[in-house]
């Protein structure tokens, strides 16, 4: 279904044409519809599957720019997903001109009150932080309209429920309220029974991947190592169209900027780019003027491209969905496809998430060496010159040639020629990426239920709710002998442990 058919105001459908989407994905064109009519929604369905689009457009069509007071509220298990809800709500309900603002732990609760002080539409934020406002009245819900629980089984597993139902008890009963959980356990379901009313459960099943045509690898790196692992690995590959994918803006920026500074045709895109630059990038790439285009999972979402080989997961995503939809850009009608995904030692639990979602496990893959580089490079350059010898058109040049090899033997010449055209992993140009935070550990593994809550803090999502969680973390691994490693760089044995790990061939140009 394309969005235009979903009674969306002009102003909306823009904003939606703007961010590259056209087609409403399952859970929005299920849940769009019933929102818009001002029912409550239960919707069931997997991270990543479009569920900020399902609940904020109707969300941002109810909002009257007019009144400068809090219409929406959308409460969130963690800051990063309160940053990103914050992002697309704000970049959907832009031309509109709705305010969006987000309060999370472990920032500046100064400049917060201050933002908020400056009449939001719509606040986004993680629970602790929100009840904190609210103790400061500095966050007054009596003007709330559409209240959004958004992933509440995280929520739950996190032990929010109590600081849950006291941010509800400060929103006015006559309200219009949206759930959405990937799972449904009782606890769920009993949310909606009190604090809902006639609620549409709305589920959308989940995507089990059978990625036959995708050779998918992982490379075990510490973060500071992926990038020249990465440009080793295109001298070995030598893809055709890459699709690279970054967990951050300054992540896509500072990538396409090294790969440009060693000589690769790269662009990136996110979502600060203007429409007509990033549709300038889109352009390029799909003409093959651009080899490599670096991109953030809300920029690539809705993309409809063909012919790319190879897909680089720079940094794991946080959520197998992610996963499935970027590596779903190659291997497409019949063709053969290659991902790689970059994991850091104490991400890996994540990697087994993935592979339980995909039925399917990843090849370990061994970081090709300078040399293995170097041949990759040499071999390109031969292609290149047998592709130019095709083309001929020497003629205008056999004086200039003779002379030449009246002065240097054809061995040299052509030693030269390969030179020139092969890049020498003693020249490269040192890039730096600004390390990322890694992912938290042990998501793919915690426990469920609330009888975890005694062990977190007043405030669960500032420094010491993270202090907390790493303790309980460890206190599981060493109950359960999981222990991420010893030192970093040196893990304990796993069940991966007597995996060979895939080498490099150079056949014809190809691994």
């Given at each position: 279904m394309k969005f235009k058919e979903l009674d969306l105001s002009q102003?909306?459908?823009?904003?939606?044409?703007?961010?590259?989407?056209?087609?409403?994905?399952?859970?929005?064109?299920?849940?769009?519809?019933?929102?818009?009519?001002?029912?409550?929604?239960?919707?069931?369905?997997?991270?990543?599957?479009?569920?900020?689009?399902?609940?904020?457009?109707?969300?941002?069509?109810?909002?009257?720019?007019?009144?400068?007071?809090?219409?929406?509220?959308?409460?969130?298990?963690?800051?990063?997903?309160?940053?990103?809800?914050?992002?697309?709500?704000?970049?959907?309900?832009?031309?509109?001109?709705?305010?969006?603002?987000?309060?999370?732990?472990?920032?500046d609760i100064g400049r917060q009150i201050r933002q908020l002080k400056d009449h939001p539409?719509?606040?986004?934020?993680?629970?602790?932080?929100?009840?904190?406002?609210?103790?400061?009245?500095?966050?007054k819900l009596s003007t709330v309209e559409t209240l959004v629980l958004d992933e509440a089984d995280e929520m739950l597993n996190m032990g929010f429920l109590e600081d849950i139902e006291k941010i509800i008890a400060q929103v006015p009963d006559k309200r219009q309220t949206l759930l959405f959980s990937a799972t449904m356990p009782k606890e769920i379901k009993s949310i909606g029974v009190k604090f809902m009313k006639d609620p549409h459960h709305v589920q959308i099943k989940a995507k089990e991947m059978t990625a036959d045509s995708i050779d998918q690898y992982y490379v075990r790196a510490k973060d500071y190592e992926k990038f020249d692992i990465m440009t080793r690995l295109f001298d070995v590959q030598l893809p055709e169209l890459t699709l690279i994918f970054g967990r951050t803006k300054r992540r896509v920026d500072e990538i396409a900027r090294g790969l440009e500074a060693r000589g690769y045709k790269a662009e990136g895109i996110h979502g600060d780019l203007s429409q007509q630059k990033r549709m300038s990038v889109l352009r390029s790439f799909k003409k093959g003027q651009l080899d490599i285009l670096v991109a953030t999972d809300v920029a690539a979402r809705g993309l409809d491209i063909s012919g790319v080989t190879h897909v680089y997961n720079y940094d794991i995503p946080q959520d197998p969905e992610s996963y499935v939809h970027r590596i779903g850009r190659t291997g497409r009608a019949g063709k053969s496809g290659v991902s790689v995904t970059f994991v850091t030692p104490n991400e890996m639990n994540y990697l087994h998430v993935i592979e339980n979602l995909t039925k399917k496990r990843m090849t370990p893959m061994r970081p090709p060496s300078d040399k293995e580089a170097f041949k990759g490079q040499v071999t390109q350059a031969v292609e290149t010159i047998d592709e130019k010898m095709a083309e001929n058109g020497l003629d205008k040049y056999s004086k200039e040639a003779n002379d030449l090899l009246e002065r240097y033997s054809a061995q040299d010449l052509a030693a030269l020629l390969l030179k020139t055209l092969a890049k020498d992993p003693a020249d490269v140009v040192p890039v730096k990426i600004t390390p990322e935070r890694p992912l938290p550990k042990g998501k793919g593994k915690q426990n469920k239920g609330q009888g975890r809550r005694k062990n977190y803090s007043r405030d669960?999502?500032?420094?010491?709710?993270?202090?907390?969680?790493?303790?309980?973390?460890?206190?599981?691994?060493?109950?359960?002998?999981?222990?991420?490693?010893?030192?970093?760089?040196?893990?304990?044995?796993?069940?991966?442990?007597?995996?060979?790990?895939?080498?490099?061939?150079?056949?014809n140009g190809k691994n």
């Open positions: 102003v909306l459908l823009d904003a939606v044409q703007k961010s590259g989407f056209e087609e409403a994905t399952p859970i929005q064109e299920e849940t769009i519809p019933l929102a818009m009519q001002g029912k409550d929604v239960i919707g069931q369905a997997q991270t990543g599957t479009g569920k900020t689009a399902a609940f904020g457009l109707p969300m941002l069509e109810k909002i009257d720019t007019n009144k400068k007071q809090i219409q929406g509220l959308v409460i969130s298990p963690t800051r990063e997903l309160a940053i990103q809800t914050q992002e697309e709500l704000f970049r959907l309900g832009k031309e509109k001109k709705i305010k969006v603002q987000a309060v999370y732990g472990g920032a539409h719509i606040v986004v934020g993680t629970p602790g932080r929100m009840l904190d406002h609210i103790n400061r009245r500095t966050l669960r999502d500032n420094g010491n709710y993270r202090q907390d969680r790493r303790k309980n973390n460890k206190d599981y691994h060493k109950k359960n002998n999981k222990g991420p490693g010893n030192k970093e760089g040196q893990p304990k044995k796993s069940r991966r442990g007597s995996e060979k790990k895939q080498d490099f061939v150079i056949r």
